[in-house]
């Protein structure tokens, strides 16, 4: 029997060997799996960060609001408002007295009280000279829709407070809503004496707000009967939307205006305001 050589046999090893590694480089992976998941990962959470900010961000709609109709010597006004991040943004009257000389007075006052409410964002706007009654009534529908923005306001920032700490937010509700349930009061200011009679106001004041003013006194007696039955539910309306005694007089019952406004400045002096 014939001998390998030893030579031989190292090189025969050596050629196995190499082959071997030659076959395991061709079988290893392109890519490390590893690796591929990370970066399949990596868009995904960009993505997620990205969708985040989207829903959070919306844009705030404007609310619109119609204040109560109120019933003028000349007809109805009914003023709507629009509301945009907290603001007054438009105004306009969706009813108005019309008809006869009702029709000029009302072009003439409503887009100069439309543009007064938007300026002073509050009621507390100047009457159109000549349009007393249609102002009048204006402001008082004006006021009713800015009450209804801020009952509407106030179920949304309790939520948000009791969002924030519930046990915090508990006993702020608690003290907001005791104070919001104030009880009106009712003063009734000194007489104040014209040259045609004495003139004494009473008002109802709650949340410190005018919300019912009243003539207790008043001229009575000939021709003081008719001014009084015109004046003086004019200034009855024109204290509560006001909220104060700056009010305009009516015209051709000045003495029982001055006085009105006299005993209502001193009824606001003893409510505090």
């Not at 090893?13 to 890519?31: D, E, F, I, M, W």
């Not at 309306?237 to 400045?265: C, F």
Request: charged share 10%; glycine share 12%; hydrophobic share 35%.
């Amino acid at each position: 029997m014939r001998k390998t050589h030893p030579i031989r046999r190292v090189v025969l090893a050596t050629a196995a060997t190499v082959s071997g590694v030659v076959l395991l480089l061709s079988l290893k992976p392109s890519s490390d799996p590893t690796s591929t998941s990370a970066a399949g990962a990596a868009p995904s959470a960009a993505a997620a960060g990205q969708a985040s900010p989207q829903g959070g961000t919306g844009t705030a709609g404007a609310t619109t609001v119609d204040g109560d109709a109120t019933q003028t010597q000349y007809g109805v006004v009914q003023v709507r408002l629009t509301v945009a991040g907290g603001k007054i943004t438009q105004a306009q009257a969706i009813q108005a007295p019309k008809g006869g000389t009702s029709d000029q007075k009302t072009a003439l006052s409503v887009p100069q009280l439309n543009k007064e409410t938007v300026a002073a964002q509050s009621a507390n706007i100047d009457s159109v000279s000549g349009a007393t009654y249609t102002s009048t009534g204006y402001k008082q529908s004006l006021q009713s829709a800015l009450d209804k923005l801020k009952k509407a306001s106030a179920p949304s920032s309790g939520s948000s407070s009791s969002g924030s700490s519930s046990g915090s937010s508990s006993s702020g509700s608690s003290s907001s809503s005791g104070s919001a349930q104030a009880q009106a009061k009712t003063v009734t200011g000194q007489v104040a004496q014209t040259q045609y009679g004495p003139v004494q106001v009473r008002i109802t004041v709650s949340g410190g707000k005018i919300t019912k003013a009243e003539a207790v006194q008043a001229p009575s007696g000939g021709l003081s009967d008719q001014k009084t039955a015109l004046s003086v539910p004019k200034l009855n309306q024109e204290a509560v939307a006001a909220g104060n005694a700056a009010i305009d007089s009516v015209s051709g019952a000045t003495y029982t205006s001055t006085g009105y406004k006299q005993s209502l400045q001193s009824a606001l002096d003893q409510a505090g305001g």
